[in-house]
């Protein structure tokens, strides 16, 4: 497997890209959604997120980024992960980006059925999977930030706008703590002990490894999806993220990646992690891209400090500040597959999945 610096295009994709005119799907393709809608008995953006299934085995996932589209060639070319295969690419002029791409087989049953011996195997093979992407060099050593090696990185796990890209990990550091000095912080010790370090490398990372994510089908990882988050970040985010929607349905996976000893761990970042989202909603982060020096005194001022009333300054409970309770008013409940839509539960703005489906 050839090391690379950087997205590798000089492979002829296999699918082929559409810059459109208007916001709006051609007529071919929302014929061809109506048509999954009929035979799936699924809407466009409902419930289970934005990728619905459509006739002859496909999929199409709307309103992603350019990113995903990097992400997926990136991985197909350069490991032997299973990611869905491209066929059409449609580029909008709000820059919105349309795959139809491979649908792949698998159900959250399968994951609950699993036996011992199947979590054993699991665990080996996401192992095998989770050292490819790691063996990927980055763009330069310090680089935090998209696959392509130029722009910023998209992560729920803090909000919903970009940020980056960084060069030093003191930055990327400082924009967990929303610009707060490390001096300041008063959480746990975690994160000030983890926040100092200088010698963490950057790692090739998916940022969204979870069930909802990885295709299992008659004991096998058969596909991983959902690449919108991947990027270069620091080695311990893709072991820290997996853990941010620490739910009941997942604990298979769970002792799955726990189990296997060739995942490399990271519990001290996870504690400090986890202090931060004790302390920091999700919803934060936007406001500190938009406004950093305000955000920054938002955090001088409560965000990492919690007094004895446990409440922040603004008069919000810092439970209530969790992103995981954030997210459980958008989700609900966070249900299987039901076989005829991947992944991608996250129904970030529901709206917006059929804006470009027209009249």
Known sequence: MAETTALNTA???PHRVIKLKSDKLPPWLRLRIWTGQFVYHRKAGGGMGKIVRIPFGKVVKFNT???????????????TIPVPELYEVYEQPNGSITLVMEWLPGDGAEYAAMTPERVRVFGRQLSGYLQQLRS???PSPNFIGSVNGQGPLRDHRLGNIPFGPSHNIDDFHSYLRLGGPLEAWTGGPEVQAVHRRQDYKVKFTHADLNPT???YHNGRIVGIIDW???GWYPEYWEYTK???LDRPPFQKFFDAVEGEGAIDKYHDELKAERDIWRLISMWRYDDYYGNPENAAAV???SGNRM???NEVDSGESIEATRPVECLTKEREVLKPHQGDVQGDVEPRNPERATSGLGG
């Not at 980024?65 to 490991?79: G, S």
């Open 136 to 138: 990927l060099e980055p």
């Open 228 to 230: 919108e988050t991947a």
């Open 307 to 309: 007094d004895s009333s």
């Open 242 to 244: 997996m853990h941010w």
């Open 11 to 13: 492979a002829t994709p």
């Open 213 to 215: 994510n990885i295709q």
């Open 65 to 79: 980024t350019r990113n995903e589209l990097d992400a997926i060639e990136y991985v197909r070319i350069h490991t």
């Open 299 to 301: 955090v001088k001022g």
